[in-house]
């Protein structure tokens, strides 16, 4: 079975994924650039799990050692993000089908948003680890569906699928996220490490998927509902849904 890299930035995110590997058997701590890459299995998949940390140097710098050190065939980024477009609430759920980075300028000498000497400005998903994670999404949505309902009232939460994009910066004001809204209108989520990740193994060609659940919606109410969805639902979200792929994963292993 492949090698599956796992990242979050922040403990939260990445749930109670390493209790789950060490209830599978011992668990392997390696440290590097003062990162725990925890080296086992998860569910019956072998994994190596860690926290890049927050922000597009911490992401690139952990995937680059997830593919060279421990050879990773896969990599799977978990966490939340705000929601950008209008139609995205909290406690959605929103797959990357594409990456990019939003506040990468080197214009006049290469166009607003384009990777310098790569030529593109959007990075795809693998398609078969985000229809994955979908599916682990809408599992997850369903089984929890009463729970869900009654924190989020009449808009229970869904499932998205489209474009993320990733900065380094914290968008917290009305302002920015109506910029961002205006620059790039097919954005449904903004984060701080995807896009980086994304970059990175285009040009490593390793697969990688990303998943977040919208904590925010970017405006200037969005410090005090990131914090609350953080520690409230940030760990449920990803524990249930990478439970959800992991398992599925490991039946459709040959």
């Known amino acids: 079975m492949s090698l599956l890299g796992i990242m979050a930035a922040l403990p939260q995110e990445l749930g109670s994924l390493i209790e789950s590997m060490k209830a599978c058997g011992e668990v392997r701590v390696q440290v590097i650039g003062r990162r725990e890459y925890h080296i086992g299995v998860a569910f019956g998949v072998p994994c190596v799990a860690t926290l890049a940390r927050i922000g597009k140097v911490a ?19 978990t966490g939340v993000a705000g929601g950008v477009h209008p139609d995205v609430r909290v406690g959605d759920i929103v797959i990357g089908e594409s990456l990019m980075q939003h506040d990468l300028d080197a214009s006049p000498l290469f166009p607003r948003f384009e ?14 680890l985000s229809s994955a994670l979908a599916s682990a999404c809408s599992s997850f949505l369903a089984d929890e ?7 989020f009232g009449v808009h229970p939460p869904k499932v998205y699928r489209g474009m993320i994009v990733s900065g380094d910066r914290f968008v917290s004001s009305h302002a920015e996220v109506n910029a ?3 620059a790039l209108p097919d954005a449904l989520a903004v984060e701080m490490e995807g896009g980086a990740l994304a970059q990175v193994c285009f040009e490593h060609d390793v697969p990688f998927a990303v998943v977040r659940t919208v904590s925010d919606t970017a405006d200037a109410d969005a410090p005090e509902s990131f914090i609350e969805f953080l520690h409230a639902l940030g760990g449920t979200y990803s524990s249930g849904i990478l439970q959800r792929f992991l398992v599925a994963r490991r039946a459709l292993a040959p």
């Open 59 to 77: 992401a690139a710098t952990t995937a680059t050692a997830l593919i060279h050190v421990f050879g990773v065939d896969e990599i799977v980024f």
């Open 115 to 128: 990777v310098p000497l790569l030529g593109m400005a959007t990075f795809s998903a693998d398609s078969a």
């Open 145 to 151: 569906h009463s729970a869900l309902e009654a924190r």
């Open 180 to 182: 961002l809204r205006s």
